[in-house]
């Protein structure tokens, strides 16, 4: 998916953005800011909204937390875009599970330029 290719081009300064994100809710750790930028690409950020922080939590950590925290949060910003496009009804269900499948398999692909591309976010 060339999307996630640009995500990755975009990941250090969204990084950067996310880290520096002011929130009064408590529950938005790194993790969930990061997820938020890429919400944001494709939909408005006060639509994030409950069914997507939980949807996040509960669908992702466990699923890459064994690749480390560069590979979480890289998936939290490409499953936050790809939840943006879902609400706006840019891509249906079936579309959205095979974007999860093609993740998966991008972040064990491109791990090396992920983990750079945290590095250089994180400076």
Do not use: C
């Amino acid at each position: 998916m060339r999307d996630f290719e640009e995500l990755l081009e975009h990941f250090p300064k969204q990084l950067v953005v996310a880290a520096k994100a002011k929130t009064e809710e408590p529950r938005h750790d790194m993790t969930t800011r990061i997820a938020i930028r890429g919400f944001s690409v494709h939909s408005r950020i006060y639509k994030w909204a409950a069914p997507q922080f939980l949807y996040l939590h509960k669908n992702l950590l466990e699923r890459y937390e064994a690749f480390g925290p560069e590979a979480v949060s890289f998936a939290a910003f490409a499953v936050g875009y790809m939840l943006g496009l879902a609400l706006e009804n840019k891509i249906d269900t079936g579309e959205f599970k095979a974007g999860e499948i093609h993740l998966e398999q991008f972040v064990m692909l491109h791990l090396p330029g992920i983990r750079a591309g945290w590095r250089e976010g994180w400076g």
